[in-house]
């Protein structure tokens, strides 16, 4: 089956499947995260490989790369972050990211609240 042929949800199961180490098992814990803070989320698979998360607009990415675990939020700079997860893309004007290194452990509260915000930020503009 071709990557035409799969939907969004299936790309991003292979992409797990593939990665098969730590990366995909964090892509995972987030994911479900997501998916927890906003069950109306929808999935997407974007710029030839990219999951995209989305709700009234993107919430945010999630790349992988040898050593981190890419979250942007495209929205970020406009997000209240009081748990300081954001940690990457931190001068810029409006996206903000979290990069998840190996060892580090995901505050699941703060991570679904930071989701929550960036929905409803979304929805305050459509």
């Not at 942007?72 to 940690?87: E, I, M, S, V």
């Not at 979290?98 to 505050?107: A, G, L």
Request: overall charge negative; proline content about 4%; glycine content about 6%.
């Amino acid at each position: 089956m071709s990557d035409s042929d799969q939907s969004p949800s299936q790309l991003i199961d292979q992409r797990i499947k593939d990665l098969g180490d730590w990366r995909g098992a964090l892509l995972a814990r987030v994911r479900a995260l997501i998916q927890e803070a906003d069950p109306e989320v929808v999935e997407e698979w974007k710029w030839r490989g990219v999951p995209v998360w989305s709700h009234h607009g993107i919430l945010c990415t999630g790349e992988t790369y040898q050593k981190v675990v890419k979250l942007t939020f495209f929205k970020g700079a406009a997000l209240q972050d009081p748990a300081g997860l954001f940690n990457s893309s931190l001068t810029g004007s409006t996206r903000r990211a979290i990069d998840f290194h190996e060892s580090d452990p995901i505050d699941a509260q703060a991570f679904c609240a930071l989701i929550r915000s960036a929905s409803s930020l979304n929805a305050s503009k459509a």
